[in-house]
């Protein structure tokens, strides 16, 4: 969970302003914490807490309005309603990493990530990215290869890794649905040598980057391990107390520093 928190700070000041390399100052006054981060958080806390994903959607809408929402999440955090929307778009998939560190079997893994994009993002292509995302982070952290990551998720949700971020980097634009960016994410991961490289590699891709630096260090910090201390300083330093005392009671339940 740290690590999908450190890639939507470290992706945040380009969102929308596409840096096309890997060579970006890592934390800058602009990385801050975006909607990632946030509903990333109240996940954790309702894993918890046992309480309602929807509830706690709401809850921390409530308590962050101005995070950075897409419009049809804004509109139902605001509603009465906990009906979902039918989102194909990878607000699932951007908040689900706590899922795969809060359950002890792939089965739990996939059913609670399914339960958790479901709240909103029902739609196939919603709760597939959000699958996708969690699998990952649960093989990762139990000892699966890079190999053996790309080939469950090929062929457990038919998405195609075999595109290098080479080839992808220069035609890729701003794209919100989950199948236009988690498979770029994983991609990242996939690619990568270190937690860090991973997140820049994701964020170099341009367009969503913030939710592409958010999924691909979820699975990051998972495969390598504790967050470098220095980046673990800065995501605690862009932290408020509230979202603080949640991400510090996961990190110790789960063990997931």
């Not at 220069?170 to 990568?192: K, M, N, R, W």
């Not at 969503?208 to 673990?232: F, R």
Request: net charge negative; with cysteine; glycine share 8%.
């Amino acid at each position: 969970m740290l690590g999908a928190i450190a890639g939507d700070m470290i992706g945040a000041p380009y969102e929308r302003n596409p840096i096309k390399s890997t060579a970006f100052p890592l934390f800058t006054s602009a990385s801050c914490f975006t909607d990632d981060t946030v509903l990333t958080i109240a996940l954790a806390d309702s894993i918890l807490s046992g309480e309602d994903y929807c509830d706690m959607l709401k809850e921390y809408f409530a308590l962050y309005p101005h995070a950075g929402y897409g419009e049809a999440f804004y509109r139902w955090a605001q509603s009465e309603s906990c009906e979902p929307y039918n989102s194909w778009g990878n607000g699932s998939a951007m908040r689900v990493s706590p899922v795969g560190w809060g359950y002890d079997t792939l089965d739990q893994v996939l059913e609670e990530a399914r339960r958790s994009a479901a709240v909103t993002h029902n739609h196939p292509e919603g709760i597939k990215g959000a699958q996708a995302i969690a699998a990952s982070v649960f093989k990762a952290r139990t000892g699966s290869s890079k190999d053996e990551i790309r080939e469950f998720v090929e062929q457990a949700f038919d998405y195609s890794l075999g595109d290098t971020l080479e080839h992808i980097r220069p035609y890729y634009q701003f794209d919100v649905s989950c199948a236009g960016s988690v498979p770029q994410a994983i991609t990242a991961f996939l690619e990568s040598n270190s937690f860090e490289d991973a997140v820049r590699k994701g964020v170099s891709l341009g367009g969503d980057s913030d939710t592409i630096g958010c999924m691909a260090g979820a699975v990051a910090h998972a495969y390598y391990g504790n967050l470098p201390a220095e980046i673990k300083r800065e995501v605690y330093d862009r932290l408020d107390g509230p979202l603080l005392e949640i991400v510090e009671a996961f990190v110790e339940a789960y063990d997931c520093a």
